[in-house]
């Protein structure tokens, strides 16, 4: 059975797609970028403030479904220039603590 997740505050899906789905035990979340819940808007400032916004996001959408950070399995994030890496994943250690 297909539970459908939804919280204002994530943005909401822009497409026709969910927010998240939850089947049995595991939460299957869309994307998430960097915008604003409240505005809709990308957020103002540079790649840490994108980033921290688009993990917030997927936080709170995990958290609407009854999750936590701990819990995830499988994150993906994209970078448009990879020279950022060593700095997405020092943000990243903000959000998740080892065992990775």
Do not use: W
Not at 23 to 40: E, F, H, K, M, R
Not at 41 to 63: L, P, T, Y
Not at 84 to 93: H, K, V, W
């Amino acid at each position: 059975m297909r539970n459908i997740i939804s919280t204002k505050a994530a943005p909401a899906a822009i497409g026709p797609y969910s927010q998240a789905v939850q089947v049995g035990n595991t939460l299957y979340l869309s994307g998430q970028i960097a915008l604003d819940p409240q505005t809709g808007q990308m957020v103002e400032g540079d790649f840490d403030a994108q980033v921290h916004r688009a993990i917030r996001n997927m936080k709170a959408v995990i958290e609407s479904g009854g999750g936590s950070l701990r819990q995830c399995v499988r994150l993906t994030l994209y970078l448009t220039d990879l020279a950022n890496f060593p700095r997405a994943n020092e943000i990243m250690q903000a959000y998740f603590q080892p065992p990775y």
